[in-house]
C-alpha cells in the first residue's frame, strides 16, 4: 500500500534518512512529505520508530472527478464496510484546491453522505460522525480535478509520545525537539546539553535517541487499532523486534534552567521512568554552567520574545554566546529561535543556518563550532591538519 509521512517544514531529507535506517529504500519527497510503499508490518513499524513523523495516512484509491456527483458515486462504491463497522464513529478532513470544488467542508460533506448512504443500503444503519473522538479518521484530497482518499493510521499526532502526564505551558513538540537532534548527528556519542531547557522536551527526546528507545515506547494507542483487519500479534512482533535494539547509553545528559518550577517537573517526569536517569537537570544561570567533559553537543530553544515578553532578550542572547564562547571550548553548539535580531547579539559566526518553523513562527537552527582563540586560526589549523 502507499504510505504518506506527514513531517514539518524543512524536515523531508532527515525524515528521509530516518525511514532508510528502517529498512524503507525507496521513497518519494514532497512539500513536508515522505511517499513510500509498505504492508501492514511496515506500517506498525513506522508508526512506532518514526521520531520525525506527524502521522501516516495511508491511500485507499484515487480517482478524477468533475462535479460533486462524480465524487460522490466513486466514494459510495467503495467496500466501506469491510474496513469499519457500525457501532464505529468516523471523520473527515479535507484539503481542496481546485476551482469545481471550491469548499473544503462542502467536499466532506458529500464524502459523509456517500460513506453513510452505502452503510445504510448495505445494512438499514448507518454509523456516526465524530470530529472530536473518531475511531476511524479520513482525509479527503481534491487538486484540480485529482481526488485521493486516504486513511489515518495514526490518530493523535505522533509528538504525542505519552512518557509524560504533567506538561508546562507551551512546550516543544517533541517531533521538532527530535528534528533538531536529527540535524546535529547524535547518537549519544557525547555529553549533550541544554542549557535553558524548560520544559525538557530536548532533554528527553535526547535521551531516547541516546538508548535507540522507539518514540513509542509509552505510546498506548494507534488508530489503526481500530481497524477491521487490525493483527495484535504482529504489532507485538514490530515492538519486540524494536526494542530488542535499546541500549544501554555511555554518555550523559545535562538540563538547566532558572526556572525552579520547570526543573522541579522535569525531575518528576525523570524519576518515573529509568530510560530518564541519564538526565541530570538543575536550577542554574546559563553563565553558570560547565561542561563534564572535553567535548560535547548544545541544543537551546531560549525564549523568542513573542509570548513571554523578556526584559532584555538582547542581553539573554549575549550572554548565551559567551556561555558557548568561555565555557564549552571544543564544543558544538545549536540554537533555534525566531528572534533574528535577538540573534545577532550571540557574537558568534554560525556555520549553518537551517530554516524552519515552531509552530508558525519561522526559525533559524544556527550552528556554532566552538574553539579556543579566533576563529581564522581554528580555520587554518583545520586545513593543515587535513
Not at 547579539?345 to 579556543?372: D, M, T
Amino acid at each position: 500500500m502507499k504510505i504518506i509521512a506527514k513531517t514539518l517544514y524543512g524536515f523531508e531529507e532527515i525524515l528521509t534518512n530516518e525511514l532508510n535506517e528502517l529498512g524503507i529504500s525507496e521513497t518519494i519527497s514532497h512539500n513536508r512529505a515522505i511517499e513510500f510503499e509498505g504492508d501492514l508490518e511496515t506500517l506498525y513499524k513506522v508508526n512506532y520508530n518514526s521520531r520525525l513523523t506527524i502521522k501516516f495516512l495511508v491511500e485507499l484509491f484515487n480517482f478524477t472527478a468533475n462535479d460533486e456527483d462524480e465524487l460522490y458515486d466513486f466514494i459510495y462504491h467503495y467496500e466501506w464496510e469491510k474496513l469499519f463497522g457500525l457501532e464505529q464513529k468516523f471523520a473527515i478532513f479535507s484539503t481542496v484546491n481546485s476551482d469545481d470544488f471550491t469548499h473544503s467542508k462542502y467536499a466532506s460533506l458529500k464524502m459523509k453522505d456517500a460513506i453513510v448512504d452505502r452503510f445504510r443500503d448495505k445494512t438499514g444503519k448507518r454509523p456516526s460522525i465524530s470530529i472530536d473522538d473518531p475511531d476511524i479518521t479520513f482525509n479527503l484530497h481534491i487538486s484540480n480535478n485529482e481526488v485521493s482518499v486516504l486513511l489515518d493510521s495514526t490518530g493523535e499526532s505522533l509528538h504525542k509520545r505519552g512518557y509524560r502526564s504533567k506538561i508546562l505551558d507551551a512546550p516543544m513538540s517533541e517531533v521538532l525537539a527530535a528534528g533538531l537532534i536529527a540535524f546535529t548527528g547524535y547518537k549519544g556519542e557525547v555529553d549533550f546539553y541544554d542549557l535553558m531547557c524548560g520544559s525538557g522536551t530536548i532533554l528527553f527526546e535526547a535521551a531516547l535517541i541516546a538508548q535507540n528507545v522507539p518514540s513509542g515506547y509509552f505510546r498506548k494507542h494507534y488508530q489503526f487499532m481500530k481497524w477491521k483487519d487490525f493483527n495484535p500479534k504482529l504489532l507485538e512482533k514490530v515492538k519486540k523486534e524494536s526494542n530488542y535494539n535499546i541500549k544501554k547509553a555511555s554518555k550523559y545528559i545535562y538540563g538547566s534552567d532558572l526556572s525552579k518550577k520547570s526543573i522541579d517537573v522535569l525531575r518528576e517526569v525523570i524519576a518515573s521512568h529509568d530510560f530518564f536517569s541519564i538526565i541530570s537537570v538543575k536550577v542554574s544561570d546559563i553563565s553558570q554552567i560547565s561542561p563534564h567533559s572535553e567535548k560535547g553537543l548544545i541544543v537551546i530553544n531560549p525564549p523568542y520574545d513573542d509570548r513571554l515578553r523578556i526584559e532584555n532578550i538582547d542581553e539573554l542572547y549575549r550572554k548565551a554566546g559567551k556561555s558557548f564562547k568561555f565555557n564549552f571550548e571544543n564544543h558544538d553548539a545549536w540554537m533555534i529561535s525566531s528572534n533574528f535580531p535577538a540573534m545577532k547579539f550571540v557574537g558568534l559566526k554560525p556555520s549553518k543556518r537551517i530554516k524552519l518553523f515552531n509552530g508558525n513562527l519561522e526559525c533559524r537552527f544556527n550552528h556554532y563550532e566552538l574553539f579556543k582563540g579566533k576563529r581564522k586560526e581554528h580555520i587554518e589549523n583545520v586545513s593543515e591538519q587535513e
